[in-house]
């Protein structure tokens, strides 16, 4: 059998069947604050996974923070990428503190010097790679045996536990390139309609982070933006998805409008915001497996690798095109996005 045809049978697995993940089942990040300790991964078994050494713990936190970090919770990782972790300890005067993770290489701006721990991994792997946690993922801090939340800068000695489920709650997102397109969820019940389209991305940016992450995977994703790298690993390309509220409000998105490598989506009338919020922004993607992590059997392997393709002049589903640097113009003939969530085990029917 193809790889084609193994990934059409995960596909239709995903989008018909009335199925469950065992939700119970979480990974724990276990990232002791001391220098040249081990981060690990404790697996439901029990079975640990050491992923890399700590070089640099924080000594004070991060204040303001990136915008879109105060629509998370504290206590809480409000992004998750193949190039920084960062989590929110809490929100003063409408901006955000956070601490954030980073490998020991690579380019993270909202990752100040002295506000991150750092680590022996390579970007885009381990805790930045296929054991990365999901947005919304818990934080707290171990001190003297009992956990508490995470309220500040850690003390030496403390172990800094990340729990995060395996799989997303939802199994893909279907986009509609267009002004007024439908952005339509797949989950165990069936579709439903979650946003609209008011402004489609026609062309790839130049956003640092996709230097670290291949074609058509998520580099990021955050309580305000999701990111897909549009270049192979080693080039800089891509585009991103942005709700209409970060769009209008923050200061530093509102060019956004003005340039074709942004998509902004919009609540459906008289919902909730979406910033922060399920199926788009909160607890469903991530960066997923690539180069060296290998993770329990090959439907996690596979499974947890969220994917993107599209349809151009609503033909067949394909691979994004591979494009580099700044192209106003890349996407445009890009008529449908799909974005598969991470997915650990085979659904239980």
Known sequence: MTKKFWLSVIIFLLATCSCTYCADNFIELRIPCEVNSQVKAVM??????????????PVKTNW?????????EPSSVCATAVNAIHMLINTEENRGRIISIVPSVTIAPAAVQGAFFSFEMEAGTGIFGGFAPLTGSRVTLEHDGAEHALTGVPENGDVLIIR??????FFMA???????????????DGWRLAARVIHPVNGVGRFGGTLYQARGRIRASHSGVIDVATSKRGEVGGIQIMPLKHALTSKEMLNAWNLTQWMIIAPLPGNSDLEGSEPLYKSSLVPGTQLSDSLPDIWSQYGRKPLVIC???????EKLPEVSGRVDDALKDITHLRIYYPSWREPLN
């Open 44 to 57: 439901p078994s029990g079975e640990i996974i050491n992923l890399g050494r700590v070089l640099m713990i």
């Open 64 to 72: 303001p923070a990136y915008t879109a970090s105060k629509w998370s």
């Open 164 to 169: 995060t489920a395996f799989a997303s709650k």
């Open 174 to 188: 279907e986009i509609e390139n267009r002004q007024g397109g439908r952005v339509i969820i797949w989950d165990k």
């Open 311 to 317: 349809r151009r002049n609503g033909g067949e589903w």
